[in-house]
């Protein structure tokens, strides 16, 4: 990073210790140890365990809601895949898409194409990967409780970083895409 940007000046500081000097810069991801940790985790099936029906007691931009309806609500993924990924969950604590309401099921339709008009009004993206996984076996991280994503894709994004250095680079915070998002939400809300 070049000195005197707005994050700062740059931190490259040798070091001494083993190994073999290479050109590479390190970019250090300290708070991804929360998720590999398990951090955040439900500690087993019931909603008072749930992180998802805790984040809809706190305050939108503390808890990085986009946007909240009466039986669903979008929310930023803490641990995002790309820039702008959001998941929409029912407030009920169910696991399954079978479990939905019919009203539930036509309301996360509904947001479904919302969060898609809003992540493309805020950011252009090229494509979107949009899914559930039902089950732990099926990767769903907290499975007693349903929740889509809708992960925003560009051409490119799955560069070297991700693929050979198992880390994803973000570019923006996550309290600043939250603001960027909930503002787009409801510029195509109100069109």
């Not at 073999?20 to 300290?30: A, H, I, K, N, S």
């Not at 984040?55 to 995002?80: F, H, M, Q, S, T």
């Not at 070297?160 to 880390?167: I, K, R, S």
Request: charged share 20%; hydrophobic share 40%; proline share 9%.
């Amino acid at each position: 990073m070049p000195e005197g940007t707005a994050l700062g000046p740059s931190e490259l500081v040798p070091q001494e210790g083993i190994g073999v000097p290479d050109p590479l810069q390190r970019l250090w991801t300290p708070h991804r140890m929360a998720y590999i940790q398990g951090e955040n985790k439900p500690e087993g099936t019931e909603p008072g365990g749930c992180p998802f029906c805790r984040v809809v007691e706190l305050d939108d931009a503390e808890a990085l809601i986009i946007a909240r309806g009466r039986l669903v609500y979008a929310v930023l993924n803490l641990y995002p895949y790309n820039p702008g990924h959001l998941m929409l969950l029912p407030y009920r604590h169910v696991p399954d898409y079978t479990d939905l309401t019919a009203d539930e099921t036509v309301e996360l339709a509904e947001f479904t194409q919302r969060a898609m008009r809003a992540v493309r009004l805020a950011s252009s993206p090229h494509g979107f990967n949009i899914g559930m996984n039902q089950g732990a076996v099926a990767g769903a991280g907290i499975a007693a409780h349903l929740h889509q994503h809708v992960v925003p894709r560009w051409g490119g994004d799955s560069n070297f970083m991700p693929v050979v250095g198992h880390t994803k680079v973000l570019p923006q915070l996550l309290g600043q895409t939250r603001d960027l998002l909930a503002d787009a939400w409801r510029r195509v809300s109100e069109s």
